[in-house]
């Protein structure tokens, strides 16, 4: 890779009115949860304001914003490393997020809209779509993006803050998943099943169909482990 290259990847692309520690956090948060970051992996400060082109006093900031968040800590020999998640953490994990999405889609039910089920629908699609390009990261996107209108129409916020919290482990440890198409189709048929049942109202039926979908990614985060 050559250094034209390096800089583009850790370019700080994104909204400009964020300020620069927010965008060197979500930046970080990314390449940590699609796992261009890997776990153990180490992080040097100096080294992060260079390759950024920015001063430490951001990369400190989104430093002590990943550590709170529980994606890196320090380690005794390496200094700040990228945490890594053990499988019995990630099942425990895996069943408090499968509980959140199904209140979240519950209460959803309740407030479902036509602009939110075509969202719904376009997210989906876009799955289907990064399928048919073999776009990995395309379809990990898509289906966030499905799962957090879903927490926009519950109107929860105490909720939403708790499950994107665990989102980042979630998709750390589901993402490559996505590389098998029998998982994705699985996820396809889900979905239309959960948008289905939002258009209906049927919370109760929302709300079991998530928590399913979400014990789907579950078992397939083991076996892919």
């Not at 519950?106 to 089920?117: F, N, Q, V, Y």
Request: hydrophobic residues 45%; negative net charge; charged residues 30%.
């Amino acid at each position: 890779m050559s250094e034209g290259e390096v800089a583009g990847c850790w370019s700080l692309a994104g909204d400009e009115e964020l300020s620069t520690g927010e965008r060197v956090y979500l930046a970080l948060r990314q390449r940590i949860v699609s796992g261009q970051l890997t776990d153990g992996c180490r992080l040097v400060e100096t080294r992060l304001a260079a390759r950024f082109n920015v001063s430490r006093t951001p990369v400190r900031e989104a430093v002590k914003r990943l550590t709170a968040d529980g994606l890196i800590a320090p380690d005794a020999l390496k200094g700040l490393v990228v945490v890594a998640v053990g499988p019995e953490e990630a099942d425990e994990i895996f069943q408090v997020r499968a509980a959140l999405d199904g209140l979240a889609a519950s209460l959803a039910a309740e407030r479902i809209t036509g602009d939110s089920l075509a969202r719904l629908h376009r997210a989906n699609d876009r799955v289907r779509d990064g399928l048919a390009a073999g776009d990995l990261a395309g379809m990990v996107e898509a289906n966030l993006d499905f799962h957090a209108e879903i927490y926009a129409v519950a109107g929860n916020r105490t909720l939403s803050r708790i499950a994107d919290k665990l989102n980042a482990f979630v998709v750390r440890t589901s993402s490559r998943a996505f590389g098998s198409t029998e998982f994705v189709h699985e996820v396809l048929a889900e979905h239309e099943e959960i948008a289905a049942a939002l258009a209906r109202r049927d919370g109760e039926e929302a709300a079991r169909l998530s928590r399913e979908h979400m014990n789907t990614a579950r078992r397939n985060a083991r076996s892919d482990g």
